[in-house]
């Protein structure tokens, strides 16, 4: 029998089968070259806008200790945006070394970012801390700060001021890291220290 003759005494089917194949190759050709299957990390509907009213927050740090205290009579959390916005906020970013006190300030205005690693300081920002020990109390006073409070790190742009006892350092633009009591002015710096006493 001539497989010629035979193919077009049977062109139907002949012609089902081979369309069959040729999609079953390039399904087969689809699932090797093809892009891997999207993900879908959609977990629920997104969550709705919310305000509160005298509020108290506290971040914690990945040992399980604070590292960020904040308090506003006014905290609005926007719909669709998970950042926090802040009227009037204080807080308190507690020292990685015992018997040292917390620096505490205030500001205008506050923002904190998604996951509560950056907190923006808007406006006059104003910082302290008791004096401990030896050390005589601190103030720093700038504005417009950003901070990473886990780090206990902060940085400015704007004119900064810091007192402590009677040195008086004063700058444009500041860099600070509160836990290796590190400060950085970028520029125009004038400082006074008091003189040392004299051992006898």
Same mark, same amino acid.
Do not use: C
């Given at each position: ?46 969550? =709705?806008? @919310?305000?509160?009213? %005298?509020?108290?927050? /506290?971040?914690?740090?990945?040992? !399980?200790?604070?590292?960020? *205290? ?36 205030? =500001?205008? @205005?506050?923002?904190? %970012?998604?996951?509560? /690693?950056?907190?923006?300081?808007? !406006?006059?920002?104003?910082? *302290? ?9 601190a103030e720093i006073h700038t504005a417009d700060v ?55």
């Open positions: 029998m001539n497989l010629r003759a035979y193919l077009r005494d049977r062109r139907l089917p002949a012609a089902t089968l081979a369309v069959a194949l040729a999609a079953g190759m390039a399904q087969l050709l689809l699932w090797w070259f093809g892009p891997a299957p999207r993900t879908h990390d959609f977990v629920g509907p997104p969550r =709705s806008g @919310y305000t509160l009213t %005298n509020a108290r927050v /506290t971040e914690y740090n990945a040992e !399980g200790r604070p590292s960020f *205290h904040l308090q506003t009579p006014h905290l609005e959390r926007r719909e669709g945006d998970d950042s926090l916005y802040l009227n009037s906020p204080t807080f308190q970013l507690p020292p990685k070394q015992p018997g040292v006190p917390d620096w505490q300030g205030e =500001s205008l @205005y506050g923002w904190v %970012n998604k996951g509560g /690693t950056q907190l923006k300081l808007q !406006g006059p920002v104003n910082m *302290h801390r008791p004096a401990f020990g030896e050390t005589p109390a950003s901070a990473w409070p886990k780090e206990n790190r902060l940085e400015t742009a704007a004119p900064a001021q810091m007192v402590q006892g009677g040195t008086r350092i004063s700058g444009i633009g500041m860099r600070a890291n509160l836990n290796d009591k590190h400060l950085e002015l970028l520029d125009d710096v004038h400082a006074t220290f008091p003189p040392r006493q004299r051992k006898r």
